[in-house]
């Protein structure tokens, strides 16, 4: 596994420098046009550059989606928008649309292309034409067991493919859905998605007694039979490896820095040898569905969630470390600044998330002091940077967690 990939999620470019922090490999990103995730922040040109050459420096990647389906009016500026993305050096662009790949292959020729999964690759002759048209790497469709992935790599050996390893799936083929656009007016082909899924619903059947309707509900809380449950397949990554995948993709560009730091963090010691059964636990901690592992290990009839709410998880996002001051004196000990986000007060015992060896240790706050350096027994402001003894060299990035009782 360790030649593997780990590809997350970026939504803004702060949460591109949070997922190199903490050990991804590559990251994939959307721009202001094109991308199926209009309502995350995104990226301006300027800011892709920033990104592109701030993981350059690191030596890791970063790919930019352009996978919705493109109608005739979007091709006027998308040639252009493709010689833009290889001047900055993205190192990939994520395509869905054949016509969308034929314009790239014509405005930039070098610059390479990923399909993404709303292309629906299911079989590996799609993959092999995929390959013969240029195509470096296909993202495959979810909906593959691990012996058609084994199928696909042995047919098309020299074909890249990445495959999601975590996060929330959408309840349609491989993401194709019509129902924001029907309900809403909101096209998820073209990145509006209101996930609409996600809402309660009541059936109502007609009977053939009577000319009325027949209300249908789960229970008191309605009927969430769109609700799809979110991926987990942390216990079989060395499984993909062997059936030829090289990319796990963590799903969430709307999601949290938290819920990206908590995530990335898990996956990265897993990658690199780490305890199953101790990081386990670290992907409770941050709110999710109940987990499945939908169809990679064959055919699987338990992939909703019928309950609408997310667990809140095991742990609550307290604070971002922004600064350490080391002790001044053999006898004292080192203060952390720590940008606020969660209210907490003097005596609570935070827990450390870091990629460092700093994991998972606790402190208890002690002499807090608000930014001006006044005593602060109750830390209420939000985004206020406050301070407090610590005896860990924490770092930038470092996030400060409070376990739920």
Request: proline share 2%.
């Given at each position: ?23 991804a490999d590559a990251v994939y990103a959307g721009g202001k046009n094109f991308s199926l995730r209009t309502f995350a922040d ?163 059947t007609s009977e053939s007694k009577n000319d009325g309707w027949t209300e249908v509900q789960e229970d008191e809380r309605g ?147 608000d930014s001006t350096g006044a005593p602060c027994p109750d830390a209420k402001r939000v985004q206020e940077v406050v301070s ?18």
């Amino acid at each position: 596994m360790k030649n593997c990939e780990l590809l997350a999620p970026a939504g803004n470019l702060k949460k591109l420098k949070l997922a190199f922090y903490y050990g991804a490999d590559a990251v994939y990103a959307g721009g202001k046009n094109f991308s199926l995730r209009t309502f995350a922040d995104n990226f301006t040109d300027d800011e892709l550059r920033e990104g592109i050459s701030y993981a350059h420096a690191l030596g890791k990647k970063v790919y930019i989606a352009c996978n919705i389906f493109a109608r005739n009016a979007d091709f006027s500026v998308l040639e252009d928008y493709f010689r833009t993305l290889r001047e900055m050096g993205a190192d990939a662009v994520l395509i869905s649309d054949l016509g969308v790949f034929r314009a790239c292959r014509r405005a930039a020729p070098h610059l390479p292309v990923h399909i993404s999964t709303q292309a629906n690759t299911t079989n590996r002759e799609a993959v092999a034409m995929w390959k013969e048209l240029g195509a470096s790497r296909v993202v495959l469709a979810r909906e593959l067991s691990l012996r058609e992935i084994a199928d696909i790599h042995a047919y098309v050996p020299d074909m890249e493919l990445e495959a999601f390893v975590h996060g929330a799936m959408c309840i349609s083929y491989s993401g194709r859905c019509l129902l924001s656009d029907y309900l809403d007016g909101r096209s998820s082909n073209r990145g509006a998605c209101v996930q609409a899924c996600r809402y309660r619903y009541e059936i109502r059947t007609s009977e053939s007694k009577n000319d009325g309707w027949t209300e249908v509900q789960e229970d008191e809380r309605g009927t969430y039979f769109l609700n799809s449950k979110d991926l987990n397949m942390s216990a079989h990554l060395s499984e993909l490896a062997d059936a030829g995948v090289c990319s796990f993709k963590i799903e969430g560009r709307m999601k949290s820095e938290y819920y990206l730091a908590t995530v990335v963090n898990a996956y990265r010691r897993l990658m690199d040898g780490g305890d199953l059964a101790a990081l386990e636990g670290e992907l409770s901690a941050a709110a999710h569905r109940d987990y499945t592992t939908a169809y990679t290990l064959g055919d699987n009839h338990e992939t909703v969630s019928y309950d609408n709410s997310q667990t809140k998880g095991t742990c609550e996002f307290i604070a971002v470390v922004r600064g350490y001051e080391p002790a001044s004196g053999a006898s004292e000990q080192g203060r952390v600044f720590a940008e606020m986000r969660t209210r907490f007060y003097e005596g609570d015992v935070l827990e450390i998330l870091s990629p460092s060896e700093h994991f998972q240790k606790t402190v208890t706050v002690r002499n807090m002091k608000d930014s001006t350096g006044a005593p602060c027994p109750d830390a209420k402001r939000v985004q206020e940077v406050v301070s407090f003894d610590c005896p860990y060299a924490l770092q930038e990035g470092d996030i400060l967690r409070r376990r739920r009782k």
